[in-house]
RNA sequence: GGUCCUUUGGCCGAGUGGCUAGGCAAAGCUCUGCAAAAGCUUCUACAGCGGUUCGAAUCCGCUAGGGACCUCCA
């Protein structure tokens, strides 16, 4: 089966088709690490973490590239440039290289609670200003780009007489020409389409480095353009990101690549959809977003209680990621309910063992065959994460039944309930990233519990209903769920 | 103002012109010492108007609402 992904570039579907088969160059946009990271920026990262693992379990060998912007970029290009780092540095009275380690560490341990597979390289902004002075003196050398009082931009005007810019983000480059509102400090560009490869640096300016034009700072495009380029080639497969990013972010990037190494860089280019909080894109500009410390511990007016990083997670997969997602705290407690009543399927499947040569119930098992073979048709169309979720609960109530009896053991054949645990461990933990939340892989915890289930066995068998009740309430009281099961016996979690 | 997207049942959300997406919530039943869990059943929607079609949530047009980008943004 053919993977076909949503291309931004042609806007519609494509068959993937990598430039060195069996192997993928993949780079998404990473974050800026001036700031902690909220839940709009779980979406690229979780979204392009099923990408990479997907990709990987089709039997590619993937170069995934995701960095980390800690040199600055402008506030408000054309005003005063400020180093966004630099100065959320000095209003913190920290060294901009700690506020950066500060952020970094954080967003290391949120992307590892997601159980985000760690990107191949991840390259900071700042580890590579050699290379992007290399690509900015390589533009001004073939004539794209032009320097102003130490700072360098690059013609756009010029660049549009032979290319196509804006085909990515759908804009025509004479309506940005004509744009009639006006910033200051704008008279230093030929033209206001214009964009900063390289921005001097005022006095107060803490990042500073020395360039062929003075000190100074890279500007906002130019770093993703240059790693990409060092750490992926001229030319690569994927390049991700979110689609308030498209532009001028990627456009610029297009133009930069394109010029310097003289062919357009990506062959496929991937953008997730936003996550909105009622109604209305949650970032900073609107001042609304939650940030990932604050949903882990449930410590923000919006959340009525605390949500686990699988159950973010779990929220985001089960929309499509080119589609907005609303967010809610009635809309995430309803996909914790969700997880966790498929996550106990899945691990009820696990020790299933039933099951017979032939199915005893043919329907049935012709079904959850047809089930398992679509979760890879719905990867393959543009990664249909939410389909495949539906599929899975599709199947969740036939294990349940299997496990209470409500169907015949031999209702499925073995080959089936074999393929069923494979697909399912692939696809959940593999593939989606799923994992378990909460852990009895304590083995004091788990002795406890043997020995209280067993207290609480024996009452029951006495009828001793005092006790019985006591020691499930109790634990109830403390987060700790029993439940007695059809054949006597009894299972246990975390709320 | 320009460009583009979107509007699905109480809520969240899939949806390729014809066949019940799924989840959460709710109601009833079964099981159960009581619970919980689980199973079964019920709840059939596509903003409005018009058009194309044998047939439209799905295509086209208009109207209305919401949103994104055009400036830092995932």
Redesign the pocket.
């Known amino acids: 089966m053919a993977l076909k992904i949503y291309n931004s570039y042609s806007?519609q579907k494509e068959v993937f088709t990598p430039i060195t088969p069996g192997h993928v160059g993949m780079y998404v946009?990473?974050?800026?690490v001036s700031?902690e990271?909220?839940?709009?920026?779980?979406?690229?990262?979780i979204t392009f973490d099923v990408v990479f693992r997907y990709l990987s379990y089709k039997g590619n060998k993937v170069r995934y590239v995701r960095n980390i912007?800690d040199a600055g970029?402008?506030?408000?290009?054309?005003r005063e440039a400020e180093d966004?780092v630099g100065k959320k540095a000095q209003l913190e009275k920290l060294e901009p290289m700690e506020l950066v380690q500060k952020y970094t560490n954080l967003y290391h341990w949120a992307m590892k609670r997601f159980n985000n597979i760690e990107p191949s390289i991840e390259p900071t902004a700042t580890g590579h200003i050699v290379e992007q002075i290399n690509m900015i003196e390589k533009i001004i050398s073939e004539g794209y780009a032009y320097e102003v009082n130490g700072s360098v931009y690059f013609d756009v005007k010029k660049y549009a007489a032979g290319h196509d810019y804006g085909k990515l983000?759908?804009?025509?480059i004479d309506?940005?020409l004509e744009?009639?509102?006006e910033?200051e400090g704008q008279e230093e560009k030929r033209d206001?389409?214009d964009?900063a490869l390289w921005k001097s640096a005022a006095p107060e300016h803490i990042m500073r480095w020395k360039s062929p034009w003075g000190e100074g700072f890279p500007g906002?495009h130019i770093e993703c353009s240059a790693m990409a380029t060092k750490y992926l080639g001229p030319e690569f497969d994927i390049h991700g990101?979110?689609?308030?990013?498209?532009?001028?972010?990627h456009e610029s990037e297009i133009a930069q690549s394109t010029i310097c190494n003289h062919q357009a860089p990506v062959r496929y280019w991937m953008?997730?959809?936003?996550?909105?909080i009622?109604?209305?894109?949650?970032?900073?500009?609107?001042n609304n977003?939650i940030k990932l410390t604050e949903l882990f511990s449930g410590n923000h007016p919006l959340l009525t209680q605390a949500f686990h990083p699988m159950t973010i997670r779990f929220?985001i997969l089960?929309?499509?990621?080119?589609?907005?997602?609303?967010?809610?705290s009635?809309?995430l407690?309803?996909?914790e309910?969700?997880?966790?009543?498929?996550w106990?399927?899945y691990e009820v499947l696990q020790k299933l063992d039933v099951g017979a040569a032939v199915a005893g119930n043919a329907e049935l098992d012709e079904n959850i065959n047809r089930w398992l073979a679509e979760l890879e048709e719905?990867l393959d169309?543009?990664f249909?994460t939410?389909?495949v979720?539906?599929?899975?609960?599709?199947m969740?109530?036939?294990?349940?039944?299997l496990?209470?009896g409500?169907?015949p053991a031999d209702s499925i054949s073995t080959a089936t309930l074999k393929l069923m645990k494979e697909r399912f461990k692939t696809v959940m933990e593999d593939i989606l990233g799923l994992e378990a939340v909460s852990g009895a892989d304590n083995e004091v915890l788990q002795g406890i519990m043997d020995l209280l289930i067993d207290i609480?066995k024996e009452?029951?068998s006495k009828?001793d209903?005092?006790t019985?009740?006591k020691i499930?309430n109790q634990l109830t009281a403390i987060g700790i769920?029993?439940?007695?099961?059809?054949d006597g016996g009894?299972?246990w979690g975390m709320e």
């Open positions: 806007r946009c990473g974050p800026t700031g990271s909220h839940l709009g920026h779980a979406r690229p990262y912007t970029h402008f506030e408000e290009e054309g966004k983000s759908g804009r025509i309506d940005l744009t009639t509102r910033l206001r389409a964009f906002w990101g979110g689609m308030d990013l498209q532009f001028p972010h953008h997730n959809n936003m996550i909105t009622n109604g209305r894109k949650m970032g900073k500009s609107y977003v929220f089960q929309s499509h990621y080119r589609s907005t997602l609303d967010f809610s009635e809309a407690v309803a996909s309910k969700a997880f966790k009543r498929l106990e399927a719905f169309d543009d249909s939410a389909k979720l539906a599929n899975l609960f599709e969740a109530p036939v294990i349940n039944a496990k209470d409500h169907l609480r009452a029951k009828k209903f005092v019985s009740d499930r769920l029993l439940k007695d099961e059809k009894m299972s």
